[in-house]
Structure formats: C-alpha cells, structure tokens
C-alpha cells in the first residue's frame, strides 16, 4: 500500500540509520555513555554530547537546556507532572486547549484527580487557539500553560511566538508540544521565551523511542522527576542513556533542517495535487483552516461516506487515518474536530491524508483516483 500517514509516524531515513549503527556494534562506540571511567566510555559520552549540542543549536537553545527522553509523550508527562508538583504552593491552575494530543489532555486528566483545574481552551471553526481567550483564562491560581505548536488531525499551526510574548512578564511556565512542528518549521528559543519544548525523533525521520524536552534554565525551571535512578540527565530523566538513537536524532534533525524548506515546497506541490484530483467530485470538504497549516497534512471529509467504510475499503492500497492515529484501533469521531464545531457527515466522515519527504507525485495521483472511485462505489451502494 502507498503509506500516507506520515504524521502518525515518518520512516527513518536511511543516512540516519547509518548514523546509528557505529553506536550499536562492538567494533564502534557501543560503551555506556555514562561509563566515563574507561576511554570507551568516554566517546561514547562525547557523541551523545555533540548529538545534544548539534540539536539544541538547531532550535536556538543551549545544550546544558535540552534532555533526552523516549518521545514527546514522556516530554510531555514529564514538563507537565514536573510543573505541577513543583509548584503546586504556588496555584493548582493550568490552561491548556482541547484539540492537544492525548499525551497533554491525559496528564491534565490526571492532574485533576489530583486536585488541580484545567481550563481546555475551545479552537475556532479554523482550528486555531486564540491568544485572547487563553489570557482571560489567566486565574491568580494559574501556575502554567501548554498548547501545541502544530495539530497533529489538521496540520494547523497554533500562535505559539504571540502566547509565549503574551506570557513573557508572568511568572508562568509556558510548555509547547513540538512533536508536529520539529523539523518541519523553525524554532528559535533564542528570540522566543518559551520555557519547555517537546520533540521527538520518529515524526522528523529519525528513530522511534526518542526524543527530548527542552527546559529554560533549569535553576529557574524546575522539574519534579518521573522517575528516581542513576543521575543521568541532570536527575530529570535518568536511565542509560540511548546513544544510537539519539545519534540517528541528531543526524535526522541536521538533515530535516538542511531540507526545511524543500521538504515543506514538496509536500505543497503534493498537497495541491491532492486537493486538485479530490475536487473532481463533488461533497468534498476540507476541515481546519489552510493558510495557517503545515502542508503535509490533509484532512478532508466527504458527504454520505464515513471514515471507517472508506478506510477499511481501501486498506490495502493506501495507509490513511482517521483523526489521530497514535492512539486509533477503534474509529471513532475525533475530539479535534469536534471541538472545531465540526458535526454530522463531515464529523464521521473525516479522513487524515499525510505525506512527506519520500511521497512522491505519483503516489498522491494514484492516491486520489483510489479515494475518488472508493467514495463514489460506496455514495452508490448506499443508495441502493
Ligand atoms: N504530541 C503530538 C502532537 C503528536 O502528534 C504525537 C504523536 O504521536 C505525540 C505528542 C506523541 O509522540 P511520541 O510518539 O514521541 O510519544
């Protein structure tokens, strides 16, 4: 089948797969990075240090600000929980949006067991946060706020550098889910104050089981662990640490950034390729705002057919998602577009389309004449 879910997952791309394999093997740098006493040891730490310094200089932070960890859902547990427990003294309010991964609404459910309030701010028709709305939603109890830099359903881009410079004289903690966005658009922490910053390798053509959580000065910032072990990663993340997937990071994101701007003009010309073979039938909707969104991802709904005939029927030529892949199995209305006001056919019957650097244009041709005869069999068998 043509895989067109890239945003659930990116294939790893082949020069970081061969970064990866020197730190695997006996001949190379396989040694416990924290195992310094050896000089084994020791090049195996100054890999892992060069790979952390290369990343962070890509995002405009120091090194001494950037640890690993296993992927945006740990970064994200681990800035939230790590917030709240520090600070709860000091309010028990946090502000976030409803159309956050599961990873972000799920610690914030936890938290509420725990005897914090969440406020999840509602997007526009668009699906974009407004930053208007999240400072009324500022309380005196208000330690922090978390809101994703691009949606993972629609590809929307949410005003993260104008919340950060709205936030920038409080003394709250302003986190960023970065997991859509990494790789795919600049960010410089230099110029904008954000305090934690979430990534992960597997949506940027690196490894899965990798990422990282940037955190702004820790001294100022400080974190409460998720888990107590042997000291690595200041404390905050402890556990050997896992020096081949972080070099195929760090090689995935040096690459991700020589290609930014090629990789977006791509998956635009791919994405209007796409929109154009789809417009050839009629009842085809676009959901979610497209001037301010990431051109790798589509979501689109089509009248009278619902996401789960037309994804199971073409199942076995094209890999498509409906809503949020990182946690389907069971399809189910998505809680993004629901919260976007989205209802009805257009509700049920949106499908995500994502593509990247290795589609190709004749994927995405032949892509769209397998939706189009899909959706067109399955309007006429509902209508006998
Ligand atoms: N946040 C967003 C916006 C995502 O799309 C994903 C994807 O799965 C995650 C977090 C979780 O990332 P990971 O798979 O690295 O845990």
């Given at each position: 089948?043509?895989?067109?879910?890239?945003?659930?997952?990116?294939?790893?791309a082949?020069?970081?797969?061969?970064?990866?394999?020197?730190?695997?093997?006996?001949?190379?740098?396989f040694?416990?990075?924290?195992?310094?006493?050896?000089?084994?040891?020791?090049?195996?730490?100054?890999?892992?240090?060069?790979?952390?310094?290369?990343?962070?200089?890509?995002?405009g932070?120091?090194?001494?600000?950037f640890?690993?960890t296993?992927?945006?859902?740990?970064?994200?547990?681990?800035?939230?929980?790590?917030?709240?427990?520090?600070?709860?003294?000091?309010?028990?309010?946090i502000?976030?949006?409803?159309?956050?991964?599961?990873?972000?609404?799920?610690?914030?459910?936890?938290?509420?067991?725990?005897?914090?309030?969440?406020?999840?701010l509602?997007?526009?028709?668009?699906?974009?946060?407004?930053?208007?709305?999240?400072?009324?939603a500022v309380?005196?109890?208000?330690?922090?706020?978390?809101?994703?830099?691009v949606?993972?359903?629609?590809?929307?881009?949410?005003?993260?550098?104008?919340?950060?410079?709205?936030?920038?004289?409080?003394?709250?903690?302003?986190?960023?889910?970065?997991?859509?966005s990494?790789?795919?658009?600049?960010?410089?922490?230099?110029?904008?104050?954000?305090?934690?910053?979430?990534?992960?390798?597997?949506?940027?053509?690196?490894?899965?089981?990798?990422?990282?959580?940037?955190?702004?000065?820790?001294?100022?910032?400080?974190?409460?662990?998720?888990?107590?072990?042997?000291?690595?990663?200041?404390?905050?993340?402890?556990?050997?640490?896992?020096?081949?997937?972080i070099?195929?990071?760090?090689?995935?994101?040096?690459?991700?950034?020589?290609?930014?701007?090629n990789?977006?003009e791509?998956?635009?010309?791919?994405?209007?390729?796409?929109?154009?073979?789809?417009?050839?039938?009629?009842?085809?909707?676009?959901?979610?705002?497209?001037?301010?969104?990431?051109p790798?991802?589509?979501?689109?709904?089509f009248?009278?057919?619902?996401?789960?005939?037309?994804?199971?029927?073409?199942?076995?030529?094209?890999?498509?998602a409906?809503?949020?892949?990182?946690?389907?199995?069971?399809?189910?209305?998505?809680?993004?577009?629901?919260?976007?006001?989205?209802?009805?056919?257009?509700?049920?019957?949106?499908?995500?389309?994502?593509?990247?650097?290795?589609t190709?244009?004749?994927?995405?041709?032949?892509?769209?004449?397998?939706?189009?005869?899909?959706?067109?069999?399955?309007?006429?068998?509902?209508?006998?």
């Amino acid at each position: 089948p043509i895989y067109l879910d890239y945003a659930a997952t990116t294939p790893t791309a082949p020069e970081a797969v061969e970064a990866m394999l020197p730190y695997l093997t006996q001949s190379g740098l396989f040694a416990n990075p924290a195992s310094t006493q050896h000089c084994l040891g020791e090049a195996a730490e100054s890999a892992v240090e060069r790979a952390r310094t290369q990343i962070a200089e890509l995002i405009g932070a120091h090194a001494k600000d950037f640890i690993f960890t296993s992927g945006a859902t740990e970064s994200n547990n681990l800035a939230i929980k790590g917030i709240a427990l520090t600070y709860r003294d000091r309010g028990r309010h946090i502000i976030t949006s409803a159309i956050e991964h599961k990873s972000v609404l799920d610690t914030c459910k936890y938290l509420e067991s725990e005897g914090f309030s969440v406020t999840y701010l509602s997007p526009n028709r668009e699906g974009m946060i407004n930053t208007k709305d999240l400072l009324n939603a500022v309380t005196d109890e208000t330690i922090m706020v978390t809101i994703m830099h691009v949606n993972n359903e629609t590809g929307v881009i949410q005003p993260i550098e104008q919340i950060a410079d709205a936030l920038a004289d409080t003394n709250l903690f302003f986190h960023v889910d970065a997991a859509q966005s990494a790789g795919k658009l600049a960010i410089d922490l230099s110029k904008t104050p954000i305090d934690l910053l979430s990534i992960s390798a597997h949506k940027f053509y690196g490894p899965k089981g990798i990422g990282g959580l940037y955190v702004r000065n820790r001294k100022k910032t400080r974190l409460t662990p998720m888990m107590h072990g042997g000291g690595q990663e200041h404390n905050l993340r402890p556990g050997t640490l896992a020096s081949h997937q972080i070099a195929g990071m760090a090689n995935a994101f040096k690459i991700a950034h020589e290609n930014l701007s090629n990789d977006f003009e791509h998956c635009r010309q791919l994405k209007r390729t796409l929109i154009n073979s789809l417009h050839r039938i009629e009842g085809v909707t676009l959901n979610g705002g497209q001037t301010h969104t990431l051109p790798n991802i589509l979501n689109v709904s089509f009248d009278n057919v619902g996401s789960d005939s037309l994804i199971i029927a073409l199942r076995d030529r094209l890999a498509i998602a409906s809503g949020s892949a990182c946690n389907s199995g069971a399809i189910e209305a998505s809680y993004v577009l629901r919260a976007m006001a989205i209802e009805g056919d257009r509700l049920y019957g949106a499908v995500r389309i994502s593509f990247g650097r290795y589609t190709t244009e004749a994927e995405i041709l032949n892509a769209g004449d397998a939706i189009i005869s899909e959706v067109t069999r399955l309007r006429e068998l509902a209508l006998t």
